[in-house]
């Protein structure tokens, strides 16, 4: 028996990094998974497609930008109807370029908040009518400790970042009623596409594996076991709950 069996997980930004290792991962744990990202990314989700469906579980990809309500309202549409229904959303398409804010351009700034904000919202909205039909469902959405620390050079995204975390208390209290629970995971430095454009140098990998007092940084699948934790009936009774999972370099 797996946590989440008979359930059904839709990941966004699935293709690579956290999205791919959650995809898998949730499958290990019994559920039946769909996968999204942009279509550029197709080889790719192709490729975390097999590796669910190697798991034994069902799996589905679509292309979707997080960003856009006419592909994010037809995929759900078109996965409800494929599987049956959608139990667990997981929020974690996101991007990083990093700016100082003086620097930044405008686009880069609407691209972030149209992506890492705009995209929960969205996302979210979608599936809750079924959810709320329910009485029952999990959202996780994947912030980041930048939401909480702000960081130089990351101001656009650490900003979207906190957007992220506001948005999960908020849903959590108007969504409570009906069974359905929203909490957020705030991962550290993982060591992903992201990951590493954001550090830059193996120095600064070094650098930061120093300061985590886990004295290593993290790994996609790092973040499985909480998402697995707030995907199931482990954490019933828990809510607009923002939990870090860094290893040790942020505390508060
Ligand atoms: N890697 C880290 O250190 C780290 C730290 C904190 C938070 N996060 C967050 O974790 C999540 C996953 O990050 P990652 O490190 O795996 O990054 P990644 O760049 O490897 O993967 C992000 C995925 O999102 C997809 N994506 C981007 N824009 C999209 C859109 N508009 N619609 C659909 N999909 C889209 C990309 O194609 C990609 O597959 C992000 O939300 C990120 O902000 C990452």
Known sequence: MGQLDNKVALITGASRGIGAALA????????????????????????????VEAEGRRCFAHHVDVSNIAEVESAVADITAETGGIDILVNNAGILKPSLLEELPEADWDAHFNVNAKGVYL???????????RKNGRIIN???????????????????????????????????????????????????????????????IRHWQDVAALKRLGYPDDI????VFFASDLSAF??????????GIYFH
């Open 24 to 51: 898998v991962g949730l499958a290990k744990h019994g559920a039946d998974i769909a996968i999204c990202d942009l279509a550029r990314q197709a080889e790719a989700l192709a490729d975390v497609k097999r590796q």
């Open 123 to 133: 996302m979210t909205n979608a599936v809750l009518p079924q959810m709320r039909a």
């Open 142 to 204: 994947i912030a980041s400790i930048a939401g909480r620390q702000g960081v130089a050079t990351q101001g656009h995204y650490a900003a979207t970042k906190a957007t992220a975390i506001t948005l999960t208390r908020v849903y959590a209290q108007e969504v409570g009623m009906d069974g359905i629970t929203v909490n957020a995971i705030c991962p550290g430095i993982i060591l992903t596409e992201m990951g590493k454009n954001n550090l830059g140098s193996d120095e600064a």
């Open 224 to 227: 499985v076991g909480p998402a």
């Open 238 to 247: 828990v809510t607009g709950q923002a939990l870090n999972v860094c290893g």
